[in-house]
C-alpha cells in the first residue's frame, strides 16, 4: 500500500465513530494513569493538555467512561 493511500485510510479511520471512542479511550485512560504518578516525576502539564484534548476534540467520552468503570467494579469482586 502507498504512503499517502495510507495515510487517506488511517485519517478516515481516525475521524470514524469507532476511531474517536478509542482515541477518546486512550486518553481517558492514560489521564488516570499519570494521575497516580506522585512527586516531581508526574506530569502536570501533560495531564492538563490530554485532559484539554479530552475535553475539547471528545465532549462527552469522559462521562461514558466514567460510567464504563463504574460498571465495571460493580460487576468485579
Given at each position: ?6 495515510l ?13 471512542f478509542i ?18 516525576l ?6 492538563c493538555?490530554?485532559?484539554?484534548l ?6 462527552g467520552?469522559?462521562?461514558l467512561f ?12
Amino acid at each position: 500500500m502507498e504512503y499517502i493511500e495510507m495515510l487517506k485510510k488511517t485519517l478516515e479511520f481516525a475521524s470514524s465513530p469507532r476511531g474517536k471512542f478509542i482515541q477518546a479511550q486512550a486518553l481517558y485512560y492514560g489521564i488516570q494513569k499519570l494521575c497516580e504518578v506522585e512527586g516531581v516525576l508526574r506530569e502536570e502539564s501533560n495531564i492538563c493538555d490530554m485532559k484539554y484534548l479530552l475535553d475539547v476534540l471528545y465532549p462527552g467520552y469522559e462521562k461514558l467512561f466514567d460510567h464504563i468503570e463504574g460498571d465495571i467494579r460493580m460487576v468485579r469482586p
